[in-house]
């Protein structure tokens, strides 16, 4: 009998899915997309999330011209720092605290007067939140994710996503990690936990193509 350690195939072979194939109801959700990065991006993730900013946005758009619902996900903590709990154990300094310039969404994605901004104290979009009722509101069985850090808020929210038993899409090409090396290693994780989770933005832009304009 063979001893040899035999993993999954989608943890050797991680590329994003060529073809979006959800399966009933599609919500994206964009997560802390602040409009200056967290000083925990390294330079190289700094230096091209302004063009990933502006992609993340067409793709709002594009949601929206198809009238498919996007809920966005804010981390804002108080000035005092009580609410942050343990989240500073990891030497982190603090971040993201209400009114401090660049914890406001980046301009171009701020939700209209019909879509959900739902504020969140912990990496997890899920943790705390009303995220779950406004997903099932929406009769949700895929979310897509989009935004900051993957190796946190992406992570940790698919994570709990699979958990409430949604169907996890992440736009690859939409996120970036503290470094490349914990960015691929959360979404290595994540292909982990569901097969079809990665995706590029080209397949979901196609995949908005096939859907039927709304009705005015």
Do not use: C
Request: net charge negative; hydrophobic share 40%; no cysteine.
């Amino acid at each position: 009998m063979s001893t040899e350690l035999v993993w999954p195939v989608q943890v050797t072979e991680w590329d994003p899915s060529p073809e979006l194939k959800p399966v009933g109801n599609v919500v994206l959700v964009v997560i802390d997309l602040h409009s200056d990065g967290p000083r925990t991006i390294d330079a190289a993730g700094l230096a091209i999330r302004d063009d990933r900013n502006e992609r993340a946005a067409e793709l709002v758009s594009a949601f929206r011209a198809k009238s498919a619902p996007v809920v966005f996900v804010h981390e804002v903590h108080n000035s005092t720092l009580v609410d942050f709990g343990r989240e500073l154990d990891n030497n982190e300094e603090p971040y993201a605290v209400e009114g401090a310039v660049g914890t406001e969404i980046f301009p171009g994605l701020a939700p209209t007067d019909d879509e959900y901004t739902i504020i969140k104290r912990r990496h997890s979009a899920f943790f705390g939140t009303e995220l779950d009722i406004v997903l099932r509101g929406y009769h949700a069985e895929t979310i897509i994710l989009i935004g900051d850090r993957t190796d946190a808020a992406i992570h940790y929210t698919a994570v709990d996503a699979h958990q409430h038993d949604y169907r996890i899409r992440v736009i690859s090409d939409l996120v970036i990690g503290s470094d490349a090396e914990l960015n691929d290693a959360a979404l290595r994780a994540i292909k982990y936990l569901q097969r079809d989770a990665l995706i590029s933005t080209d397949a979901v832009h196609d995949w908005l193509d096939t859907l039927p304009a709304p009705q005015s």
